[in-house]
């Protein structure tokens, strides 16, 4: 596995409109190569915000992806704008830049914050402390979470749609 240093290789998903924004901490390999959120094959992201909005996004396009999220006021990011990391692995994250959320979210609707698994959790609460009351930590959809089930996250993960119009 190879060390990286990651400097965000990709803008945020974002409109005025956003009610919601869910972090991610740092983009994978996969994603990287990609240049788009959530692309490993096995990461369940896309799977379970298909199902809870009834809508396709695993097999569809960037761009058709990238629509449905806007028109459903949902925002993506990740919590670390820049770091070192040794190949995907978020428990080796070092040297980290945050990402500036407060500036992010300022011109929008975002009335809450999720985070998709731990790490996205520590770090956008650790560097944004005054955002903790609107922040809930997910767990993770990354494949290393084994211990989830799809209907497992699909369950925990249906708290968004609350914040949703």
């Not at 990286?4 to 409109?15: L, N, Q, S």
């Not at 914050?113 to 956008?124: E, R, V």
Request: hydrophobic share 40%; charged share 20%; proline share 7%.
């Amino acid at each position: 596995m190879q060390n990286r240093h990651v400097k965000h290789p990709f803008g945020p998903v974002i409109t005025k409109e956003a009610r919601v924004l869910i972090l991610g901490s740092v983009p994978s390999l996969k994603s990287v190569e990609h240049g788009f959120y959530y692309m490993h094959p096995q990461n369940r992201f896309w799977k379970v915000l298909e199902i809870l909005l009834e809508e396709p996004l695993y097999s569809v396009p960037i761009s058709q992806r990238i629509s449905t999220l806007n028109r459903r006021k949902i925002a993506l990011y990740d919590s670390v704008e820049e770091c070192d990391i040794l190949g995907s692995s978020d428990s080796s994250i070092s040297d980290i830049i945050p990402a500036d959320l407060p500036s992010l979210i300022g011109p929008t609707h975002v009335a809450h914050i999720f985070c998709n698994g731990g790490a996205a959790y520590l770090y956008a609460s650790k560097y944004h402390a005054d955002l903790s009351p609107i922040m809930t930590k997910l767990p993770s959809t990354s494949p290393a979470n084994a211990a989830y089930s799809l209907d497992r996250l699909c369950a925990e993960w249906k708290v968004i749609l609350d914040w949703l119009d």
